[in-house]
């Protein structure tokens, strides 16, 4: 089974940036899908950005431009950089895998088989 561990949450102020990388045990296709949810207090939880196995990115309308996914070649290691930063995005943030795509899966949760226990980010 693949394991996901998230890291680089935190407490920012408005308008600041942060780093969350996830570190993936198990074995992993090079074909596989990676992405970032995340879940605030009395909210369901949302796709915030995915990464494909061809290395297509997809984001939510709410971090465009914000935002970035991105992915470590060799180890499966995807990164969200979180740039200008807001009340808003405060949640926790669970990284998402799916070990082997044979299609793109963007933000549907139901199709990643492997989550992490999450990162709290702060936002204030």
């Known amino acids: 089974d693949v394991q996901l561990v998230e890291s680089g949450g935190g407490s920012v102020q408005v308008g600041g940036s942060l780093r969350l990388s996830c570190v993936a045990s198990g074995y992993m296709y090079s074909r596989n899908c990676m992405a970032w949810f995340r879940q605030s207090p009395g909210k369901e939880r949302e796709g915030v950005a995915s990464?494909?196995?061809?290395?297509?990115?997809r984001y939510a309308e709410s971090v465009k431009g914000r935002f970035t996914i991105s992915k470590d070649s060799g180890n499966n290691t995807p990164h969200l950089q979180m740039d200008n930063l807001k009340p808003e995005d405060s949640a926790i943030y669970y990284c998402?895998?799916?070990?082997?795509?044979?299609?793109?899966?963007?933000?549907?949760?139901?199709?990643?088989?492997?989550w992490g226990q999450g990162t709290q980010v702060t936002v204030s």
């Open positions: 990464i494909e196995r061809d290395g297509e990115r």
């Open positions: 998402a895998a799916r070990p082997y795509c044979v299609v793109p899966i963007g933000l549907s949760s139901q199709k990643y088989t492997a």
